[in-house]
C-alpha cells in the first residue's frame, strides 16, 4: 500500500485529533472525578484556570504527537500508524497516572494546612473552586517535566535502547524537579515557608508560576536538544558533563537576568523578586518567563 500525504494527513492527524479527545474523557472522568469540566469551560461562568489546566494537558499531547511522528517512520505505513497509536495510547495512560500521582503527593505534603481562602489545599480544589490561576500554570509546568521524560521513552523497543531511554525519562524528570527547586532558591527565595509551591497554592500567585514555566520550557528545550546529540547507548546518568552543562547554562541565564535585574533596580527602583514574589505582579511574570524562555532559547540554537 503506497499513501499519499493526504492520506499520512487524513489518518495521523484522526489518531492526533483522537487522543485529545480520549485525554478530555480521562480528565472529566478520572482526573477531575466529583467537578465537572465540561461546566468549567462551557459554563456561565467559564473558568479560566481550569483551561489553563487542561491546556496544558493538551500542550503535552501536542508535543507527544510531534515527538512520535517526527521519529523515523517503520517500514510500512500500517505499521507506523499502529506504533503511533499504541505509543499515543500507552505515554496517554502514562500521563494520566503521573498527574495522579503528583495530585496525591501535593495533597500529603499540604496535609491539614490550608489556603487562603480557609479551605484544605488539593490540585482540583484549587482549579475547580477557588479558580486559582496559579495552579493553571503551575500544572501546565508540571506536564511539560512529565511529557518531556515521556518523549525519551521507547515503549515499544523499536529503537533497541529501552534502557537507555528508559534512564533518559527519570533523568529529565529529576532535572524538572531540580529546576523548579532552583527556582524557588534564586528566583524567590527558599524559606521553609516561601517557596513555589506556597507562592501557587497558598497564595494565589500567577507571576511566580509564569516565571518557573519560562524556565522549565527553557532547560527542557536545552536537554532534548543536548540528547539528540548523544552517542547510542548513552544515557543522562551516564553524562556527568551533561549535567555540568546545563548547570553552567543556568548560571548564565541567571546572571543575564541579574543584570537585568540590577540595571532595573538603578534605574527604575524596581526589584524583580519584590515583584514576583510579593506584589505577584502578572504582567512582570509574563515577561519574566519570556525573558528566561528567550535566553534559553538563544543557547539551544547555538549548540545546534
Known sequence: MIETPLQSFAAFGGLSLL?????????EWVLTRGYSAREAIFGRRPNVAVAL????????????????LASPPLD???????????????????????????GGGLRLWFGRRRDRQGQLVSINNELFVQRNLATGIFSTALYLILVAGLI??????????????????????LLGAVVVLLHSWFYLGFFTRDHVLR????????????????LVAGVLM??????LRSEPGEHLFSQPGHWGFLLAAFVFVLVLRGVLQLILLAVAGVSLRHELKFRANPAWGILDGGLI???????????A
Open 19 to 27: 487522543s485529545l479527545l480520549v485525554w478530555w474523557a480521562i480528565y
Open 53 to 68: 489546566d487542561m491546556a496544558g494537558g493538551f500542550l503535552a499531547l501536542g508535543i507527544l504527537n510531534y515527538a512520535i
Open 76 to 102: 510500512a505505513f500500517l505499521r507506523d500508524l499502529e506504533a503511533t497509536g499504541l505509543t499515543l495510547l500507552g505515554t496517554i495512560v502514562l500521563l494520566a497516572l503521573l498527574r495522579l500521582l503528583i
Open 152 to 173: 525519551e521513552e521507547d515503549l515499544l523497543n523499536l529503537d533497541g535502547l529501552r534502557i537507555e531511554a528508559t534512564w533518559n525519562m527519570l533523568g529529565v524528570w
Open 199 to 214: 507562592q501557587c497554592f497558598h497564595e494565589n500567585n500567577p507571576s511566580a508560576a509564569t516565571s518557573l514555566l519560562g
Open 222 to 227: 536545552l536537554n532534548h536538544a543536548m540528547l
Open 293 to 303: 524562555f528567550s535566553l534559553f532559547l538563544i543557547l539551544t540554537v547555538l549548540l
